[in-house]
């Protein structure tokens, strides 16, 4: 059988690299360009936040929303890397990383997602939740909560993965999340719920005979326009 030339064998090889580099820098921006949306989404909270509160709780709202981006991102690269099939023991601080398949871009993609679910919570303890009380909430979910339930859908072999070889738990198919949709809504929300249960209504809401008290948004303007944001950002949710 004949061989090729030592030029040509080099030249293919170069040709094949080539592609190569240009398939991860291709791959690499679609995924930040992604992450810059699902980011772009708490400007969305921001707005939708800010708007629906009164206007004295304003402040108070947007601080927890910059909480959870600027705290979340230390909290995330210091617990938010997966390891086994039930908790992350290992990367701790990215540590081992950038290797196969996981590359600082895909850090800050999961980054944004892990952002994106303690902002969804934040709304349902509006204007009855003291700051620290929130700093040390935001801590747990994004360090420890969200992590350990995102770990069991990020790869291969965690216990409720469609791909795991040794049996597939929830009727024989796993546990499909499509884009992380379903763990971050999960956990924001069911997180969100549980804790507008445990603090009750807030002060005003009802008056003294048990009437309900209507408690007015002060802008309808940031409301419409961070619900655009979101939609927005949805796109790179999804789409990412």
Same mark, same amino acid.
């Given at each position: 059988?004949?061989?090729?030339? !030592?030029s040509?064998a080099?030249?293919?090889?170069?040709?094949?690299?080539?592609?190569? #580099?240009?398939?991860?820098?291709?791959?690499?921006t679609?995924?930040?360009?992604?992450?810059?949306?699902? =980011?772009?989404?708490?400007?969305g909270? *921001? %707005?939708?936040y800010?708007?629906?509160?009164?206007?004295?709780?304003? %402040?108070?709202? %947007?601080?927890?929303? &910059?909480?959870?981006?600027?705290?979340?991102s230390?909290?995330?690269?210091?617990?938010?890397s !997966?390891?086994?099939?039930?908790?992350?023991?290992? =990367?701790?601080?990215?540590?081992?990383i !950038?290797s196969?398949?996981?590359?600082?871009?895909?850090f800050?993609?999961?980054?944004?997602?892990?952002?994106?679910a303690?902002? +969804?919570t934040?709304r349902?303890?509006?204007? $009855?939740t003291?700051?620290m009380? *929130?700093?040390?909430y935001s801590?747990f979910l994004?360090?420890?909560? *969200?992590?350990?339930?995102?770990?069991? =859908?990020?790869?291969?072999d #965690?216990? !409720?993965s469609?791909?795991?070889?040794?049996?597939?738990l929830?009727?024989?198919s796993?546990? +499909?999340?499509?884009? $992380?949709?379903?763990?971050?809504? %999960?956990?924001?929300?069911? #997180?969100?719920?549980?804790?507008?249960?445990?603090?009750?209504?807030?002060?005003s $809401?009802?008056?003294?005979?048990g009437?309900? &008290?209507?408690? $007015?948004?002060?802008?309808?303007?940031?409301?419409?326009?961070?619900?655009f944001?979101l939609?927005?950002?949805?796109?790179?949710?999804?789409?990412g």
């Amino acid at each position: 059988m004949p061989s090729c030339p !030592p030029s040509s064998a080099a030249a293919s090889t170069r040709i094949s690299n080539k592609f190569a #580099d240009t398939t991860h820098a291709v791959d690499n921006t679609y995924l930040l360009f992604s992450t810059y949306l699902v =980011f772009y989404m708490q400007l969305g909270f *921001y %707005m939708l936040y800010a708007g629906s509160v009164r206007a004295k709780n304003t %402040m108070n709202i %947007m601080l927890t929303n &910059v909480l959870d981006a600027a705290a979340g991102s230390l909290r995330y690269y210091l617990f938010g890397s !997966p390891s086994n099939g039930f908790v992350g023991l290992h =990367f701790f601080g990215l540590k081992k990383i !950038p290797s196969d398949p996981f590359d600082y871009s895909f850090f800050l993609y999961q980054w944004a997602f892990a952002i994106a679910a303690a902002g +969804i919570t934040s709304r349902s303890i509006a204007e $009855r939740t003291h700051f620290m009380a *929130y700093l040390i909430y935001s801590t747990f979910l994004t360090g420890f909560v *969200y992590t350990i339930t995102s770990q069991w =859908f990020s790869s291969a072999d #965690d216990w !409720p993965s469609p791909l795991r070889p040794d049996g597939k738990l929830f009727f024989g198919s796993g546990a +499909i999340d499509f884009a $992380r949709s379903g763990v971050v809504h %999960m956990v924001g929300e069911i #997180d969100g719920l549980w804790k507008a249960f445990i603090e009750g209504p807030r002060i005003s $809401r009802f008056d003294q005979a048990g009437r309900v &008290v209507a408690l $007015r948004s002060h802008s309808a303007s940031l409301v419409v326009l961070g619900s655009f944001m979101l939609w927005f950002g949805w796109y790179g949710f999804n789409l990412g």
